[in-house]
């Protein structure tokens, strides 16, 4: 993730996906080896089977901020692909965002991304991904987080309920909060939007 410091804007920095990289070594010893590696920050789709103490002494020890991390998958996993668009699953969904807002407390993490999951955008999912992002943002507020919302190329998700920029802002237009960002990944928009003819 390419992310920017205040103060530092012409400036990029870049962070450690530690959910990918060193997979040969523990999640805690991936923030130190992004450390060696010159990396400015972390982020991790999914830190929470390391109790949040150790997460958070790692980063103290290496000084690096961690600046992003998901809401879980689902119960079902990557063939859930995330609940929070799903009107059939609202309190795993607010489980999941509750649990997001503690771990990202709890280890100083400044962006909560909420996993929409796969509806195929049927008709009624987005006033429940809404409603489900209205409910982090009030829980983000008082604790200084911004909740974030990606949009996924159909080729990693098929049926992925956001898939374009044009979508995630219409999302959060519909949700008028201060705190709800878009994270926008090159890569997937690249895959979704680009001209005709790109490759």
């Known amino acids: 993730m390419l992310y920017p410091i205040p103060g530092h804007m012409m400036r990029p920095r870049f ?5 990918f990289l060193w997979p ?4 805690t010893d991936r923030i130190h080896a992004a450390a060696k590696a010159g990396f400015s920050a972390v982020e ?4 929470y089977d390391v109790p949040s103490a150790d997460v958070r002494q790692a980063l103290q020890d290496t000084g690096l901020p961690m600046v992003g991390l998901n809401t879980q998958l689902g119960v079902n996993g990557a063939d859930d692909f995330g609940v929070a668009a799903r009107p059939d699953r609202v309190d795993e969904a607010r489980e999941y965002i509750d649990q997001a807002m503690t771990y990202a407390a709890d280890i100083g993490c400044a962006n909560i991304n909420v996993v929409p999951g796969k509806t195929n955008r049927q008709q009624d999912c987005e006033a429940i991904f809404q409603s489900n992002l209205a409910y982090a943002c009030d829980k983000a507020a008082p ?11 159909t080729r990693a998700a098929p049926q992925f309920h956001l898939t374009t920029v044009a979508q995630a802002l219409d999302t959060i237009h519909g949700v008028q909060a201060g705190n709800l960002k878009l994270m926008f990944d ?8 680009a001209a005709a003819g790109s490759p």
């Open 15 to 19: 962070s450690a996906n530690i959910g």
């Open 44 to 47: 991790c789709h999914f830190p």
């Open 24 to 27: 040969e070594l523990s999640l």
């Open 186 to 193: 090159f890569y997937h928009v690249q895959i979704m939007e």
């Open 143 to 153: 604790l200084d987080k911004t909740v974030v919302i990606e949009p996924i190329n």
